[in-house]
């Protein structure tokens, strides 16, 4: 059954592209394989998602140790800023009191290695790479606080495999459980003392993961997990550990720590695994969403620029499809420049006409039906707005 309310989306949906392409078509320059279909238009303002409002504020430090939070603003990310700074990278987890006491600062590496030894942070300073941009996502990212447990950063360290060669694991260690400080005097009300994860040892070795002490080159500050950290490019947040303190290599009996199973649905693992190695790798999926909405006016009508990102997944893709309600058709996105790595998000642009005025729901999917994406499967970044002309 087709509504007369469907054919008309369907129709103002498919007008309002064709009024896009034809810009686009009179944008395109030869040699620039990104045609803008805004220049020449006027910039009336930006257009706010429904419930941004009822968000908590930017880039300040909220709550104190295991509830600790500071939220990114993706509203402004651009193509000069998709490096965080750090005074504005997102914080889940304020640095434990006592820090400082806990002199000098070592890693033990033990488990099943032939000799377990432990590293010094001056070892550490020896061996620096400087490495991504990454993205860090923590797993429990969401609505209505904007999506702002989301940052990028230039990490420094040492990489962790070095650390997996010098350790000459026994042949039963199929894993490897990295385990970071957390004392809080104050008790948390959403979450459980202790960060560690059980990594399967193959995956770290491709992993490119790295034990890091600065942070845009600058040394990491304590909330970031001072004085060294793990972090694991496309692995979601929840796996890159703060203030590290042991590596140990353990075998396929292995428990799921607390923290694993604290965020194991939020991983999208099958139910509450008991041991570590039926989880799944807490990676990100292909994943893109809205960051910000701007009003233009182009060629005297009303002309939406939807300024997003995408980030995770194997691979880079070059398209996405966006759809701006249920009733209207998916319209392709060309993402232009492409991307070349999905360590980090990546901006795209797409030009809209709304059909009518009132409210959307925009979500985003994989063009290619065989990448998988779990969290947009979900609709799980969906972003809705109120337009108020056409
Ligand atoms: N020791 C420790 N490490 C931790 C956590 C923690 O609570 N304790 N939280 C994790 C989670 S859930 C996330 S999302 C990231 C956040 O890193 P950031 O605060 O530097 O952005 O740290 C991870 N590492
Ligand atoms: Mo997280």
Redesign the pocket.
Known sequence: MTSRRDVLAWLGAALGSRFVEALLAAARQPGDPCPNPFAGGHFVGPVRFSGADLGPPFHTLLGEGLDARRYTDLGMLSPETLITPNDRFFV?TAAPLGLEKRQPWRIRVTGLVDTPFAIELDELARDIETEGPYLLE????NDPSNFG?MSAARWSGMPLIRVLERARPLKQATQVRISGVDDHPVPSRTSLPGASWVFPLEALRDSRALLATHMNEEPLPRHHGAPVRLVVPRW???ACIKWVDEIAFVDDKEPATPQMRE?AS?THQDGLPVLAREFRPATMDLAAMPVRVEKWIVRDRALYRIVGIVWGGERPVDRLLIRFNVDEPWQPVRICPPPTTTDTWTLWTYPWRPAYVGRYRIVLKAEDPTVRTTRLDLYFYAREIWIDEV
Do not use: I, P, T
Not at 138 to 141: I, K, L
């Open positions: 889940r923590c797993a429990g990212n447990l979601y947040g929840c965020f939020r």
